[in-house]
């Protein structure tokens, strides 16, 4: 049974800093390329960050770049997302998911196994 289990949400000021984390079990982490994504109450969920299977690729939405980092430790079965200069527009909940080892993009129905989502709030 897959599970991915995301952590580190929560509450942070504009400016603040966080970071992610999602552990994956009952899959082959190292051959899953892995994302973020996150949707804000009222809004479709949207692509936030990909990273390749073994790290050499990462590709992010351009309102995260040079502000997020995606990273992943396959002797950890885990992804990150750090976060900083945090927004209040990054209020949302954040999604990992798991997409083939061939996939490398944002389309989000290209990732078949999802988390239960963590919350971030950034306050003004």
């Known amino acids: 049974q897959v599970q991915l289990a995301e952590s580190g949400g929560g509450l942070v000021q504009a400016g603040g800093s966080l970071r992610l984390s999602c552990a994956a079990s009952?899959?082959?982490?190292?051959?899953?390329?892995m994302g973020w994504f996150r949707q804000a109450p009222g809004k479709e969920r949207e692509f936030v960050a990909h990273?390749?299977?073994?790290?050499?690729?990462?590709l992010y939405t351009d309102s995260v770049k040079g502000r997020f980092t995606i990273s992943r430790d396959n002797a950890k079965n885990t992804v990150y997302l750090q976060m900083n200069s945090l927004k209040p527009e990054d209020t949302a909940v954040y999604y990992c998911a798991a997409a083939p080892i061939s996939y490398s993009g944002s389309y989000r129905y290209q990732y078949d196994y999802w988390g239960q989502g963590t919350p971030i709030t950034v306050s003004s």
């Open positions: 009952g899959l082959n982490f190292g051959s899953r390329a």
């Open positions: 990273i390749d299977w073994n790290g050499s690729r990462t």
